[in-house]
């Protein structure tokens, strides 16, 4: 089983739909959690952090259940823009590295 | 947020040539930076982690004598790929962490012909 699963998509939505992904990791003693996003051969870029209580920013919501283990992100009145790959992204804690997910690709529709 | 640069963007390369790949911290100093590759439609994974002054720590499978890592100052770590093969060819990316925010470079496309 991957530490950190996310359903590759390809979302495709129209312009102004909302949107939500899931993403489920394996080790019950992750610390941190993230959403990064990434455009076509270019480098994760942080959307938001992850907290307990949710977060919102924007369009963006995010969410964490940690007795399910699983994150999720909800992307409300999607833009064009939008059209990326969304990377979960989980925290371990000690050496701090990171451990991604394979991305979920969106793409919003004119 | 945080400037992590990373060049060269992209390299083509004959098959047994090494390449270098550079990644500066410019606006802070970074203890430890990761380095992840990521093949087409696939996940980043890690690669290594560089740790200035000291011996880079290697994930299971990575061939430490062919990634060659080092860390010498607090803003620059390089990652040498030894006798690259096509099977190397991969997008390479260097990371360091500023208050406790992880930064990306841009990344390298690495051919291999």
């Known amino acids: 089983r991957k530490e950190v699963e996310q359903d590759p998509g390809p979302f495709n939505v129209p312009e102004g739909a909302t949107v939500a992904f899931n993403c489920t990791y394996s080790?019950?003693?992750?610390?941190?959690f993230f959403w990064y996003r990434q455009d076509c051969r270019k480098e994760p870029k942080l959307l938001m952090s992850?907290?307990?209580s949710g977060n919102e920013d924007g369009r963006f919501t995010a969410q964490l259940n940690r007795a399910s283990q699983y994150i999720s992100l909800l992307i409300r009145d999607s833009k064009l823009s939008d059209s990326a790959t969304y990377l979960c992204?989980?925290?371990?804690?000690?050496?701090?590295?990171?451990?991604f997910g394979s991305g979920t690709r969106l793409q919003v529709q004119p | 947020g945080a400037v992590v640069s990373q060049h060269p963007s992209w390299v083509i390369c004959k098959s047994g040539t090494s390449v270098k790949i550079e990644c500066r911290s410019l606006?802070?100093?970074?203890?430890?930076m990761f380095w992840y590759r990521q093949f087409p439609k696939q996940s980043l994974m890690l690669m290594a982690t560089?740790?200035?002054?000291?011996?880079?720590?290697?994930e299971q499978g990575v061939e430490k004598d062919k990634f060659l890592i080092n860390h010498a100052s607090l803003t620059l770590s390089t990652l040498t790929v030894t006798s690259a093969h096509p099977e190397d060819s991969s997008f390479y990316i260097c990371?360091?962490?500023?208050?406790?925010?992880?930064?990306f470079g841009s990344g390298t496309q690495l051919s291999v012909l």
């Open positions: 080790n019950s003693a992750s610390q941190s």
């Open positions: 992850v907290y307990s």
């Open positions: 990371s360091a962490l500023s208050e406790e925010k992880l930064f």
């Open positions: 560089s740790n200035e002054g000291s011996k880079a720590t290697y």
């Open positions: 606006d802070f100093q970074a203890t430890t």
């Open positions: 992204v989980v925290n371990k804690g000690g050496r701090r590295a990171l451990t």
